[in-house]
């Protein structure tokens, strides 16, 4: 399958945690990537494989698998946090393609 | 560390083609595949493609096959997307972007080119 499926909308209040799930028949065989995308930005690396945060990321930011849905929690969201979050991973099809899911717009209220 | 510096914002004509350039530094250019990935304005981010900078072999987003060409120049250590027969859904912002040593992630990436179609 080629397709990722993301809410497309999600809200946290100040200092709390927020789950964003990404569902896709791909994340039974390869890993999710997270990325962080705030306007007028490129997108950021945030999570990815078996839960791995590059340097530089807060350790707010955490990853995991439940058979066909990642999820990328944020635990105490600050303001900063504030953007649209996507998933990414290889597609399953053996053609060596990638799929991004269509993306959540997180809001910190 | 790692570097992906792109070519300026490109303005195009509906039907035209446009080559967006990408210059790798601080890594070995030939030793990570590189993707190409567009953000239509109030769209997601959208996956292209991507090639091998060591054999130039190949992978294309069905949306894309015959139109999109990937190709690099390992002696300047830059990547190329050229995107042809231009129409307005094309408008958006390219990025080049750097595939990982580990599980398919995407690590770095372009400060991304905007191109605008428009007659």
């Known amino acids: 399958s080629s397709e990722l499926t993301q809410d497309p909308a999600v809200s946290v209040a100040l200092g709390q945690t927020v789950r964003i799930t990404c569902q896709g028949d791909?994340?039974?065989?390869?890993?999710a990537s997270w990325y962080q995308q705030k306007p007028g930005q490129a997108p950021l690396l945030v999570n990815y494989g078996k839960n791995n945060r590059p340097s530089g990321i807060p350790d707010r930011f955490s990853g995991s698998i439940s058979g066909n849905t990642a999820s990328l929690t944020i635990t105490g969201a600050q303001a900063e946090d504030e953007a649209d979050y996507y998933c990414?991973?290889?597609?399953?099809?053996?053609?060596?393609?990638?799929?991004f899911g269509g993306g959540t717009e997180l809001t910190v209220l | 560390q790692v570097q992906l510096v792109q070519s300026g914002a490109e303005v195009k004509k509906p039907g035209a083609s446009v080559k967006v350039s990408c210059r790798a530094s601080g890594y070995s250019f030939t030793g990570n595949y590189m993707h190409w990935v567009r953000r239509a304005p109030g769209q997601g981010l959208e996956w292209m493609g991507r090639i091998n900078p060591n054999s130039g072999g190949t992978s294309f987003a069905q949306k894309f096959q015959g139109r999109v060409t990937m190709t690099r120049d390992t002696s300047i250590s830059t990547a190329y997307m050229e995107l042809s027969r231009l129409t307005s859904d094309d408008t958006g912002v390219y990025y080049c972007?750097?595939?990982?040593?580990?599980?398919?992630?995407?690590?770095?990436w372009g400060q991304g080119t905007l191109v605008s179609v428009s007659s």
């Open positions: 972007a750097r595939e990982g040593d580990y599980d398919w992630e995407i690590d770095y």
């Open positions: 990414n991973s290889r597609d399953s099809s053996g053609n060596h393609l990638w799929v």
């Open positions: 791909s994340l039974r065989t390869y890993y």
